[in-house]
């Protein structure tokens, strides 16, 4: 069992920014990669951005490409997503993946952490 712990959210006007952070209890030789996924009231749960642990390669959805920045570190464990330039329509639960390698798909999910934006 793999636990994710995320931190970082809140309230934010547009235009501002916040970093999530996600410490994983699993070592990252174990996993393929860390995600970041959000879900709106509403609407389905959607991919944010993805880090490869063994080539440092990252992905992102198209509407936080150039604003969200993920990054992480195998020591820790731990991957941090830094939003800048937020917009309304980034307001939900951010959640935290991890998986493929050992921990296989769609791997196991942190609790969620709130990010709301203010118009």
């Known amino acids: 069992q793999v636990q994710l712990v995320e931190s970082g959210g809140g309230l934010v006007q547009a235009g501002g920014s916040l970093r999530l952070s996600c410490a994983a209890s699993a070592r990252t030789f174990s996993m393929g990669a860390m995600a970041w996924f959000r879900q709106a009231p509403g609407k389905e749960r959607e991919f944010v951005a993805a880090i490869s642990w063994s080539s440092s390669y990252t992905d992102y959805a198209d509407s936080v490409k150039g604003r969200f920045t993920i990054s992480g570190d195998n020591a820790k464990s731990t991957v941090w997503l830094q939003m800048n330039s937020l917009k309304p329509e980034d307001t939900a639960v951010y959640y935290c993946?991890?998986?493929?390698?050992?921990?296989?798909?769609?791997?196991?999910w942190g609790q969620g952490t709130q990010v709301t934006v203010s118009s």
């Open positions: 993946n991890a998986r493929g390698g050992a921990l296989g798909y769609p791997g196991y």
